[in-house]
């Protein structure tokens, strides 16, 4: 083999190598960080304006609109839930370190399947349908969450201050079957979780 | 002396022995009562084939499926879960009748995924084909034109060469 035949070998094998690890690149899908936005916005979709009159006391009967959120980036079709809680004061928020929920009541709890990229959004309206106050104790006994009265235990606060709603991200786990708190990125958990105070003292 | 000594000891144990026993019994009920909170959060009344049609649509995704082709079966998804919300506040005949929706609809699901599987992943294997056989084209033009460049920039310095002319200074 002559020398000029020789180095078109040799170029060409190199061109080969360039060629085929560009189609290699641009066949093979990038790994990308898995995770889920979650967010709440107030009555004008914005991050403001989240009580009537921007009055954190909120009266019986006074609808608060609120916009919830999830956006997937888990790069695949997920079963996420949005669980609502109302917890107080006392009740322990969810824990960041150990991946736990909130041990607040559950209030109501809403699902939907989403596709990667996509966010998924709806208007959460509510209102305190039914309280109580006695010896300085406000219960609140029932919610009215989108037309769909909601009974409630155990959500309780001092002369009604400090309440707050616990909006906790589930996603669905295909191994066993369940919704679980938070998802999993690899190996490690992850957790997403909201929470938005206000005082209910003008019930009674 | 040490009879009584013993009996001394003992009866300073019997109070500890309890609040040991105590103890362990309460940090044993809060934890089995913790376990039981947990839980009860996470029974949920979703039928079985909610899973299976999502695994055989993140397999369909898998295989290459695009967002566009794979909406529809998230659309029929949501249908079905909306089905699965109705039947929970349902009485038992109408509870039956949506089941049996649900389990329709999660099996047309079941059955598109898996033919949008196999179309995609064939379209995936072609193109995946095409792109490395494009690389090995692309590799053999750009020698081609490696060696028509340097063969034209050979004649063209011989050209040059013969072009030269001895001047005197």
Sequence with gaps: MSLQKRTLVIVFITFLIVFEMAAYVATTPRPREQFYQLYVLGANHMAADYYPNDDPNIRMGDAVRWYVGVTNFMGSVQLVEIRVKLGNQTIQPPDDQHAFPSQAPLVTAFHRFIQGNETWEFPFIWQISNATSSGGIVRILGLQISNQTIQLLNSSAHNGYNFRLIIELWTWNVDSSSFEFGWFAGTEHRIAWLQVWFNATAVH | ?169
């Design chain 2, 1 to 169: 002396m040490w009879s009584w000594q013993k009996r001394l000891n003992e009866r300073h144990m019997a109070p500890i022995r309890r609040l040991v026993i105590v103890l362990s019994t309460t940090i044993l009920f809060l934890l089995v009562l913790r376990a039981t909170i947990v839980s009860s959060q996470t029974a949920d009344q979703l039928q079985p084939g909610f899973g299976q049609a999502l695994s055989s649509v993140r397999s369909a995704q898998t295989a290459g499926a695009t967002p566009n082709e794979i909406a529809p079966l998230v659309s029929l998804l949501n249908k079905a879960l909306k089905l699965n919300d109705q039947a929970a506040n349902a009485d038992s005949q109408m509870r039956s009748q949506l089941q049996t929706q649900i389990s329709q609809q999660l099996a047309s699901v079941e059955a598109q995924a898996g033919q949008l599987e196999s179309i995609a992943s064939q379209r995936t294997f072609t193109s995946n084909v095409i792109a490395y056989l494009s690389g090995g084209v692309g590799a053999l033009i750009a020698t081609l034109a490696y060696a028509y460049g340097t063969s034209f920039w050979r004649k063209y310095r011989v050209k040059r060469t013969f072009q030269m002319k001895i001047s005197t200074k």
